[in-house]
């Protein structure tokens, strides 16, 4: 391959390292370094940072940042930290867990140069995007392939060498002896980092926006332990399974491809002894072992849970795993297969909140029926907590009773389109004459799906209309306008679209770019909620329409969608239920530990 003078011969000076924040730039850098890097990749985990190295457009360099390693023996014992203080502060610690040089050849001395830059900004991204600082960067190097040169010459600080333990996959902390000890370096991002993370009381600055306090027991619990806790609806006499084995029998089954209260009774008496006194199964003292529900049990229990119970467990359970400041798409969904099945035909309709980017499903709860999803929603953002949330929705919310709800409790909304629900304001979006002068950033043009695609996105600000009548929808502060290039490849069909929407997030708080990723990640909610429940778990043909049966069934399917975005090793849903149908063990680990 031959490579020109100008790509060995870039200034330095002139590369300049980025923070990636669109979702398709994070699928490219994923790719990226899937590609060209050692070790097999998923995705970073926890809060995370994707930094590119760029030089006039095209990009050099990958690095990504994630949370501390929870046990580093060398590192631990040169903090001096105790195990309190290290649980409490260990997120003031970036992970360096991948950094990538691409292609042949690279500039004399790129690797440090652009490692050096990453730390330069690593500490103020992370307290931009997550509401907190990094006090100390460290990585892991093996020796048997690198020297780690570029963290030598950059002045990172060699500890050591790890044990060479590794944890093998699985959900259950299992670990084993691989042999290949890596070399620990440690960089300290502020003049006191050491003594400050092992200070008696850490200085405010290093908590940010986020306490640096030791959660509560329940929060720190498995799913088992939060549905443990529920109230139980049943009469006390003759009960032999707790609620917590109804749903942990459920919801592993799920996991492993099960559909239905029949198929939870297979699945169930499929179980081991060992299983099944794991699980809290009710022992026989005439048969000397344990026994499991059989289906009519699970049928009633479906069909008398009060499905508000089980949403409020359920939504403690992936809120105490979620981003307290990521944005949530929240949109509702018809479940026609239990719908049709009702004499008056009446639609049943769960709305559900899921974040955006990981697709965990945070909350759901059903529209009361003769209503519709606009009270609904407005309920939800109760439950899940507004303060400090984007909620993006569509334009059947373009309401002022929603809006304030949003405002009013500390988060804010993006509103993903004004149409003719609301005319006059879309009139007046449709007619403004300031959308030439405003930013515009554009998207690359990418083909997916049999069509080559390019969007662009407009924004205006509205602050100084806060007065007047133009689009007076309560605490709104910009406006703005999405523009959708099409074209068919096979047909050659071109098609444009324009949409118009509001949000009450300031200039300085989102940009073009950042308006533009949450209406793009807005409908993560049809594609990674409604389509896996209506094909990979077959929901539309799901007939179950007695009592609560359908919203509890429901929920059941959002936790198990929930604890494989948690899992780190799947990428999409069908391949996660085979590895669990062939593995039931790992499918009961996810709901014990």
């Known amino acids: 391959?031959?490579?020109?003078?100008?790509?060995?011969?870039?200034?330095?000076?002139?590369?300049?390292?980025?923070?990636?924040?669109?979702?398709?730039?994070?699928?490219?850098?994923?790719?990226?370094?899937?590609?060209?890097?050692?070790?097999?990749?998923?995705?970073?985990?926890?809060?995370?940072?994707?930094?590119?190295?760029?030089?006039?457009?095209?990009?050099?360099?990958?690095?990504?940042?994630?949370?501390g390693a929870f046990k580093v023996g060398v590192r631990d014992r040169w903090i001096g930290w105790s195990p309190h203080q290290q649980f409490a502060r260990l997120h003031l610690v970036a992970n360096n867990a991948r950094y990538v040089l691409l292609g042949p050849r690279r500039p004399r001395n790129l690797a440090s140069r652009v490692l050096a830059l990453s730390l330069a900004r690593l500490s103020a991204d992370m307290q931009h995007m997550h509401g907190y600082p990094v006090y100390l960067a460290e990585t892991f190097v093996d020796t048997a392939r690198f020297h780690g040169t570029c963290y030598r010459a950059a002045n990172w600080r060699s500890l050591g060498l790890t044990r060479g333990f590794a944890r093998r996959p699985g959900r259950s902390p299992r670990w084993h002896h691989h042999g290949q000890p890596k070399e620990v370096f440690v960089y300290p991002l502020h003049a006191e980092a050491r003594q400050n993370l092992c200070a008696d009381s850490a200085p405010h600055a290093m908590k940010g926006d986020k306490a640096a306090a030791l959660p509560d027991a329940r929060t720190l619990g498995s799913l088992h332990d939060h549905l443990a806790g529920m109230p139980d609806f049943r009469r006390a006499r003759g009960q032999r399974y707790a609620l917590a084995c109804y749903f942990t029998i459920m919801i592993a089954a799920r996991l492993c491809g099960y559909r239905g209260y029949t198929a939870c009774a297979e699945f169930a008496a499929r179980l081991d002894q060992d299983q099944r006194a794991a699980i809290g199964a009710f022992r026989s003292p005439k048969q000397q072992r344990f026994t499991v529900p059989v289906a009519a049990s699970f049928h009633n229990i479906l069909r008398g849970m009060p499905p508000d119970t089980?949403?409020?467990?359920?939504?403690?359970?992936?809120?105490?795993?979620?981003?307290?400041?990521?944005?949530?798409?929240?949109?509702?969904?018809?479940?026609?297969?239990?719908?049709?099945?009702?004499?008056?035909?009446?639609?049943?309709?769960?709305?559900?909140?899921?974040?955006?980017?990981?697709?965990?499903?945070?909350?759901?709860?059903?529209?009361?029926?003769?209503?519709?999803?606009?009270?609904?929603?407005?309920?939800?953002?109760?439950?899940?907590?507004?303060?400090?949330?984007?909620?993006?929705?569509?334009?059947?919310?373009?309401?002022?009773?929603?809006?304030?709800?949003?405002?009013?409790?500390?988060?804010?909304?993006?509103?993903?389109?004004?149409?003719?629900?609301?005319k006059t304001m879309h009139d007046q979006l449709r007619r403004f004459g300031g959308w030439?002068?405003?930013?515009?950033?554009?998207?690359?043009?990418?083909?997916?799906?049999?069509?080559?695609?390019?969007?662009?996105?407009?924004?205006?600000?509205?602050?100084?209309?806060?007065?007047?009548?133009?689009?007076?929808?309560?605490?709104?502060?910009?406006?703005?306008?999405?523009?959708?290039?099409?074209?068919?490849?096979?047909?050659?069909?071109?098609?444009?679209?324009?949409?118009?929407?509001?949000?009450?997030?300031?200039?300085?708080?989102?940009?073009?770019?950042?308006?533009?990723?949450?209406v793009r990640s807005h409908w993560q909610i049809e594609n990674r909620l409604h389509y896996v429940r209506d094909f990979t778990f077959d929901e539309d043909r799901c007939r179950a329409h007695t009592q609560n049966i359908p919203q509890n069934l429901a929920a059941i399917s959002n936790m198990a969608i929930s604890l494989i975005r948690l899992d780190s090793r799947f990428a999409y849903i069908p391949p996660a239920n085979r590895h669990f149908g062939a593995n039931p063990q790992e499918a009961l680990d996810a709901v014990m530990t």
Not at 44 to 55: C, Q, R, S, T, Y
Not at 494 to 503: D, K, P
């Open 1 to 67: 391959m031959t490579v020109s003078a100008s790509e060995t011969d870039i200034p330095l000076r002139e590369v300049e390292v980025h923070l990636v924040r669109s979702m398709d730039a994070k699928r490219r850098w994923d790719a990226l370094v899937r590609a060209h890097h050692y070790l097999p990749w998923q995705r970073l985990f926890g809060k995370a940072l994707h930094h590119v190295a760029v030089h006039d457009g095209r990009w050099l360099a990958l690095i990504g940042w994630q949370g």
């Open 310 to 422: 089980l949403d409020t467990v359920f939504r403690e359970y992936c809120l105490s795993r979620s981003d307290s400041q990521a944005a949530l798409a929240i949109d509702g969904k018809t479940m026609r297969g239990a719908s049709r099945q009702r004499p008056d035909n009446a639609n049943i309709i769960t709305l559900a909140a899921i974040e955006h980017g990981t697709g965990l499903v945070v909350g759901q709860n059903r529209v009361a029926e003769g209503s519709n999803e606009i009270p609904a929603l407005r309920d939800l953002v109760a439950r899940v907590g507004a303060r400090q949330r984007v909620f993006t929705a569509d334009a059947m919310h373009v309401q002022q009773e929603t809006a304030s709800a949003v405002v009013d409790a500390g988060g804010h909304y993006v509103l993903t389109a004004v149409k003719d629900n609301q």
């Open 436 to 518: 030439s002068e405003a930013e515009t950033v554009q998207d690359d043009i990418d083909k997916q799906h049999g069509r080559i695609e390019q969007r662009s996105c407009t924004v205006v600000d509205l602050s100084d209309k806060t007065g007047d009548s133009f689009c007076p929808l309560y605490g709104r502060r910009q406006a703005f306008r999405i523009e959708r290039y099409r074209e068919q490849v096979k047909t050659g069909k071109i098609s444009t679209e324009t949409i118009y929407g509001l949000t009450s997030l300031a200039p300085g708080e989102a940009g073009p770019r950042e308006i533009a990723d949450h």
